[in-house]
């Protein structure tokens, strides 16, 4: 009879941040392991503000074999990194590591994590689609070269502050040079001065957090619009509460959670779990939380 393995003898891994304590990572990897037959440990790991490198190689050295990394931590573990996926260098952020030998690899699986769940889960193609990015921030950016990718007609970012819209369109037309991916027209806006309607809409600014609304005209909505908010919660965010008033389709983003999470699981492992019953799962605990 084998002996059940035990935190000593299976592989670690933890997510590192500050706070980390309202992290799902734990729950939705063992999940993962589980449905897999992956014998592993998965852990928090709040690291000093001050400490997050320090915090990693300790991990790394007494056995660890990866991380994730959430805020604030993921443009020094881009640094960390000694080894890079494009859509991490595109990023300019890491928020998957992974320890081979001497080796610190770096990943983002945020965006992917964003695409699989509109394409995978929500059924909506990004292919040929007018798409429109509202802000330029850490998010923004991640996402920027998995949904180049998917080759859609065209990529508009819109963000309160216009040069960092311009900067992320700047680097996109330079992502796209290097020959990356294809070419896709990019361009940069305010909110304000947006006046097309759009085939869907991402919210990745940080709005939501403050049940604000980024200020765009509502003639961005068209029926059917597919409205993605990057925050999740129990209630649907003031953006979407927006836009479903004007005939969007609605989404948040917990999919794009569980999804960037079962990337970095692949990443880890070499295998794909599967996600639709854990994604209705932590929905229908997001619902008993409201009861
Ligand atoms: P950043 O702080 O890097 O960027 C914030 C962005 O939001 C900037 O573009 C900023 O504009 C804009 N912004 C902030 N407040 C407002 C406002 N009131 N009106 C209009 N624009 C505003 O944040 P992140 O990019 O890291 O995160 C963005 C969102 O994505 C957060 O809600 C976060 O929770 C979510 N997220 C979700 C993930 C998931 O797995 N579901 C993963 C990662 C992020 P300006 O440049 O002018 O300051």
Known sequence: MSASPTSATVDRYVVIGNPVAHSKSPAIHARFAAQTAQALDYQRLLAPLDGFVASVLAFRDGGGKGANVTVPFKLEAFTLANRLTPRAQVAGAVNTLRFDGGEIFGDNTDGIGLVNDIVGNAGCSLHGKRLLLLGAG??????????LEQMPAELVIANRTLAKAQELATLAQSVMASGACANVPVLASTLSELQQTFDIIINATSASLHDDVPPIPVSVFQPKTLAYDMMYGTRPTAFLQLAALHGADCRDGLG??????????????????????????????????LT
């Open 138 to 147: 850490g998010a923004a950016r991640g996402a920027l070269l998995p949904l």
């Open 256 to 289: 794009m959670l569980v999804e960037q999470a079962a990337e970095a699981f692949l990443c880890w492992r070499g295998v794909r779990p599967e996600t639709s019953q854990l994604l209705a799962d932590l929905r229908a605990d997001l619902q008993k939380e």
